[in-house]
């Protein structure tokens, strides 16, 4: 009982590899030149949820995959063709396949509105031939069940429909120089049903003899399946004249026990004889194993050589499952280490020992090191964007159909690697995003062919890495944005002065005040009270930034820019009113140590530099965080050129640039709170901590910009924490 | 939890008594992790006066109140003999200095009384209970109200 829900466990944790692979297969099968195997892939992964399914009696999902099953293998045997309509009840039945897993796994009940309908009409691609599918199915279980999932196969050896076939393979000497190779065949060969090989090498003569351009194997080959023997036999048409070929067929028959003179090898061993360019020596071991291996079963062989054959085609690359409180604890004791490392280094220098000592050496060996260390275990909590955009089609799907509107989805980058808690959780923001972009990007099909457009929308996803940071990309191809629209809701909300003249930007990041929402009717999709400051929160609380582009009559895109990895990032250490403090090099441009006659007065308290014909503002970070600036020290200090997400010049002033080096983020919000300017902590190599800085806030700060940026507000709360 | 009187009868608890702002106070032990000697913070910037800085504990960043300004009794004036209390309270690490740690005392529920129906809400709040000990009163630190003004900011 107690090994039950284990099993479970790693049910559902296939099942979720399933559905990924099923819906990456749909998204394949759109494109017209699709293969068959993309067709075969699907059908597999639902009929391994069914098969799982069914051991774990979970009736309603083994129903519903059935039938999903069903239809699939129509289209699989070209009984029925891929149109687009069939292609989206496709699309729709794995979103319910999904939701039916879920269910199962949280003992939920599924929302079967939708699920009904679903699979009626899947049922109405059945029609009569319902009452033989069971039969139908099994067979067709055979042939590509047959390599992924034995256990079907057993059941099945017993249909009547299935027969022996036994071939005797005998290679000559032109098969090994037409540069053919025997396992390739027998892979074709297995993909047909079970199949067991064996080698007979009585033939293979003593070693002084052997001639290593000869093939001296003979292969006796028994495969277990319904399909004719002519498949066989086109499969060994590249080779019908260099080799000799027996074919028998024996109806319903049990598998014939190989010859006591004939040897049972694995078929990944095989290739090691008869290789014309082999050194003779490897006849030596080869005699050696066979004789040894004599009394093993043939099943054996099939079975090894089936997943092996399986695993060719599909091609993922072997993964291990790990509990993920296990590698964040790794990582951080990974931090940890590189704390300690810098403390070392710190302490070793502070001895003074003559330069040149083999200590130094060792010390930068470890440094190394430990940086390779801390990138491995960072590797590994990177991971592609691929599921997370697969959802997002899906949201895609449910908010087209929910509006009326068709839209299509297409991604790019879908390959990106990044932290998984960034992908867990971007995917609430995103979801609201990408439901925007359908609900209120898109136009209506009849406004989108007025405007002489495709009727159908597209949501275009992307993902790359740039410069040390992840962009991800949510653009639809819809009217751009309303700007005297967002304008007059803001004003009419009272969220900006009637009075106030703003640029296009700022009406676009009017977006993302709390409390904002463009559609003039609430919809059931977007719209729920919820705005797109949450979003911008959540993208904040990540460390990254969301802006907007959008250009009328041709769609708007969403930019969220996040940190790589959340755990460590390049700093300039930096000193700022005797604080010393980390900046994120990633944010600057460059590094400015100023003349005084570039340096001009505007304004009350206004100060701008002069860079290149251009006068920047400058920030004094001291006074943005409300440290008192010493004066007497370092003249003008140090300017920092940095640009925000508008695409601003700003240059913060700091007192000096001391080092350049990777620090540990470590976050000040789980243990105190959000502190303005600053975005987190890291500590240095003499165990102090230093602060680090958020060069984007601190301009905010600086310019004291529009009341309702929710830093202010915070701000503002801080004090008033203060006072009670 | 803290105890409170009605929950536990006539259990026995062990607090930590310490001073702060030259008043007693105490807490319960199993909230606190351990007590550091003062060493120099990290001032953060944009903070209410009672927030020191942050420390580094192994790694953990962790933020340092000052207890007797959290309470109104002015600040804790530097003294070599002032501790770091580190506590947890709701998931947060936290260190509150005060001037020094006095005694453990193992106390029964029972004796522990009812925080006087005074003016202040703050106080009230802040103050779970008090214990008469020979002729001093110690005041039962309620660590999730002392921190609730800030605990609300972490948005």
Redesign the interface.
Known sequence: MSGQPSIRDTFFEECEELLEALVEGLADMEDPDHSKETVNAVFRAVHSIKGGAGAFGLDELVHFAHTFETVMDKVRSDTLDVDPELLRLFQRSGDQLADLVEAARDDRDPNRDIQVVVLAELQKYLGDEDEEEEIEFDAMGLDFGGPLDLTDISDDSSEPSSQMISIRFVPKRSLFENGHEPLLLFDAIAELGTLTVSADISAVPDFDEFDSDEPHIVWELTLETDESETVLHEVFEFVDSLCDITITVHRNESASEPPPAVVDLGLPEEPVAPEPSSDPTAAEPLAKPVAVASPSSPSSAASAAAPAADRDHRGPKPTLRVDLDRVDRLI?TV??LI?NQAMIVQRIEELDLPSGANLTNELEAYKLLARDIQEGVMAIRAQPVKPLFQRMSRIVREASDATGKSARMVTVGDSTEVDKTVIERLADPLTHMVRNAVDHGLETPEKRIAAGKDEVGTIRMSAAHRSGSVFIEIGDDGAGLNRPRILETAINKGLVSPEADLTETEIDNLLFLPGFSTASEVSNLSGRGVGMDVVK?AVQALGGRVSITSTPGKGTTFTIVLPLTLAVMDGFVISVAQ?TMVIPIASILETVTPNARDLHRIGLNGEVLRVRGRYVPIVDVAHN???ERNSDSNGNGVLLLVETEMQELNALRVEAIHDQRQVVI?????????????SA?T?LGD?????ILDPEELVKLNSGDVAPM?IIA??E???H??H? | MQPTPEASEGKTFKFVAFSAGSQSYCLEITQIREIRRWA????????????L????L??????IFDLAARFGLGKTPDNERNVVIVAAAGG???GLLVESVSEILSVNTDTIQQTPDIKSE?TRNSIQGVIAIDEEMIRVVNLDAVLG???????
């Open positions: 951080n931090g940890e704390i929160n604080e965080l409300g440290l470590k976050s000040l919000e789980s243990n105190y709170g959000r502190i303005p300017g600053v902590a500590i165990g102090k901590i230093a602060l929710p915070n701000q709360e801080l004090h924490a203060a009670t | 120099a913070v990290t001032a953060l910037p944009h903070t209410p006066s009672d927030v800085g942050v420390m580094n192994r790694g953990a960043v962790i933020p947060n690490t936290i703050a003004a800030d605990a609300g900011i972490a948005a």
